[in-house]
């Protein structure tokens, strides 16, 4: 009489650190560009605000760290993109047709299901009028939640990650922080922390799989 054994691999439990806007969502540039042709303006104009106007660059730096709010900065920059621009709802009305990232919404929801502990380190476009965390339905996937503006700081500010070490109670060596932005990942590895750079998604989400020994599944 034979005995088939089943051995199951037990992970230990690890802090799955992710960050928002192209990893819980797909990349917004396309979204942003065909808005921006919407609007009567060039395709290029929402970045180049927001990425290369120095006062553009100003006011998205005061609102991720909660100096102004969305709405100030609907104001301030709508101003800069062109007076046809209606400031209402700016932020949400750019990101309204961004999706969620669905395979790595997934691979949280796994994680999380598995006991891993899962903390959101974001940094803030803002959250009233426009809260892209509800837009997207991530937010109560997390243990922990971390964004600038209700911090007072940023990525790539070492101290924000330190509080989301603080906070998610596991040592930097159990955790993993995943991001798209190449320039936030070193202040993570410096600290011991294992790090992801999204730049595809499937590929990101097969890598956290095999690190955290659970599988996405999306739902039918």
């Keep these: 009489m034979s005995h088939n054994t089943v051995t199951t691999v037990r992970h230990e439990q690890r802090g799955l650190i992710l960050d928002f806007a192209g990893v ?3 990349s917004p540039i396309e979204v942003h560009r065909a808005w921006c042709m919407s609007e009567g303006l060039e395709p290029g104009a929402w970045r180049a605000t927001l990425n290369d106007h120095p006062e553009g660059r100003r006011l998205y730096a005061a609102l991720e760290i909660g100096e102004i709010g969305q709405a100030e900065w609907n104001e301030g920059t709508a101003a800069l993109l062109g007076p046809q621009v209606d400031p209402v709802n700016l932020m949400g009305r ?3 047709g961004v999706p969620a990232a669905h395979r790595m919404v ?4 796994a994680a999380r299901d598995a006991g891993h502990r899962l903390a959101l380190l974001s940094n803030s476009f803002g ?3 426009f809260n892209p965390y509800e837009h997207v339905d991530v937010w109560d996937l997390f243990d922990v939640h971390v964004v600038s503006e209700l911090v007072g700081m940023a990525k790539p500010d070492p101290a924000i990650y330190e509080l989301t070490l603080e906070r998610i109670g596991l040592p930097a060596e159990q955790c993993i922080f995943v991001d798209d932005h190449a320039v936030n990942l070193p202040p993570a590895a410096d600290l011991g922390i294992a790090t992801v750079h999204v730049t595809d998604e499937d590929a990101a989400v097969t890598e956290l799989e095999a690190l955290l020994g659970v599988t996405a599944v999306l739902a039918s």
């Design 24 to 26: 819980l969502t797909a």
């Design 106 to 109: 997934a691979l949280a929801r």
């Design 94 to 96: 750019a990101w309204a």
């Design 127 to 129: 959250l009233d009028p």
